[in-house]
Structures are given as C-alpha cells and as structure tokens.
C-alpha cells in the first residue's frame, strides 16, 4: 500500500544534540513538507518542497534544515539552534496543483530531556 | 493576520445531532483551496472533504457537507448525524499557490467531543 512512512514515531533529545526525523513516501508525490504541532495548536508549516533538489522555507524554519535529494524522502533535521524543539512534527505530501488532500504521516513526537 | 480562524476552541455534541464547525479565511487570490482535516488522539491527520475557490456546488462527501460562502469568506464543516468517533480535533485549512510554490495553512482547531 502506498503511504508515507515517519519514524521513529517517539524520539528523545538531549539539549544541545541535533536529531533527524525521517520521512519516507512511496506515492510518486512531487511535493513534501513538515510541519510542527504543539499541544492544542494548529500545524504550522517548517519546510516545503516542490521537486527534487529545491525546497522552500516555511514560516517557522528557523532551528532547522531539510534535504531533498529524493523524490521519495524529506528528512527534517533539528538543530541544537531550535529553542523549543519538543512537539509533534508531521510530514505530508501532496501531487502539485491537484485538487485532492494531501497525505500525512503519522506523526513523530520529539521531547527534550 | 491570522489566514484561516478557526473561533470555537471546543464544542459538545449530543450524539446523532448534526453539528457546524466554523471556519473563515483570508486571501486576495482567486484561486485557491479549502480542506478540512479530522485529527483523532492518535495523531494522524484524516482528509475529510475539499472545496475549490471556483466549484460552484457546496462540496459534500457522505455525512460531510462544506458551507462555502465566498463573499464571506466562510467555509463551515457540517458533520450529520454526528455519532461517537467523530470526536476528535477538527482542522480548516487553505492551499495557496505562489510563484509556483504550494503551500498548506492551517488553523488552530476545534476539538469536538460527541456525547452519547
């Protein structure tokens, strides 16, 4: 079945470590992004991506970083620069400039400790 | 600005009554896109129902119906029949395409809970 695949779904960081939250779609999707959820909050967008080699900053990039050196991963890296990095961080993807939702990931949650 | 407001944080719910979720939003382009996404406690986001800023015909997927108002700038979800699973975190949000970039906005949620 296709879908996109997030993991590990739970991640436990140190203060002042970097930790790489992967995302993984098997959808033939051109478009990604992350996003991060914090408790009762709406989703807010971190990084997109339109194609392969190119990705776009969100409105909440600052702390972090992206590659997108396949069309079939988008993996998030939280950087020791991220204030408050605990919260639940969700991948999607969609078809460019297609009507239809997009799909998610089922979530990674991060919490420092 | 806030792009999509989302203004009832929560709402209680008598089980088999309908209900209306509401949601407005702000843009200055012609075309664009409204989904409403369903969020139970496990965290996954579940596509619920889609509306095109050109689609002349409210958009309705089973016990889902879309009340788009344009002039308004409203897009409310009405859930029939509302039964015991649909409680969860319900979430509006607004495609956007800009110099060929998409994006997806969402708002801040309203967290539905069906009583029996």
């Known amino acids: 079945d296709g879908g996109i695949t997030q993991s590990p779904k739970y991640l436990f960081r140190k203060e002042g470590q970097n930790v790489t939250l992967s995302c993984e779609q098997n959808?033939?999707?051109?478009?990604m992004y992350w996003y991060r959820q914090d408790p009762g909050q709406g989703l807010r967008l971190i990084y997109y991506?339109?194609?392969?080699?190119?990705?776009q900053k969100g409105d909440i990039a600052e702390g972090y970083s992206v590659s997108r050196e396949k069309k079939e991963s988008f993996p998030l890296t939280v950087t020791s620069a991220q204030k408050n990095p605990t919260a639940f961080y969700l991948c999607?993807?969609?078809?460019?400039?297609?009507?239809?939702?997009?799909?998610f990931g089922s979530g990674t949650r991060l919490t420092v400790v | 600005a806030q792009k999509i407001t989302q203004t009832q944080p929560g709402m209680f719910v008598q089980e088999k009554e309908a209900v209306t979720l509401d949601c407005t939003y702000d843009?200055?382009?012609?075309?664009?896109?409204l989904f409403w996404y369903k969020q139970p406690s496990s965290g996954e986001m579940i596509f619920l129902i889609y509306?095109?800023?050109?689609?002349?015909q409210n958009a309705t997927e089973g016990r889902y119906s879309l009340n788009f108002q344009k002039a308004r700038k409203s897009a409310n979800l009405v859930i029939s029949a509302s039964q015991l699973g649909d409680s969860a975190m319900y979430f509006c949000?607004?495609?956007?395409?800009?110099?060929?970039?998409?994006?997806?906005?969402f708002g801040t949620g309203t967290r539905l809970t069906i009583i029996p």
């Open positions: 959808l033939n999707h051109d478009a």
């Open positions: 949000a607004m495609r956007e395409v800009n110099f060929g970039n998409e994006k997806l906005t």
């Open positions: 991506s339109q194609i392969v080699n190119d990705f």
């Open positions: 509306q095109g800023s050109y689609d002349q």
């Open positions: 843009t200055s382009d012609p075309s664009y896109g």
């Open positions: 999607a993807s969609s078809i460019s400039a297609e009507n239809y939702g997009y799909t």
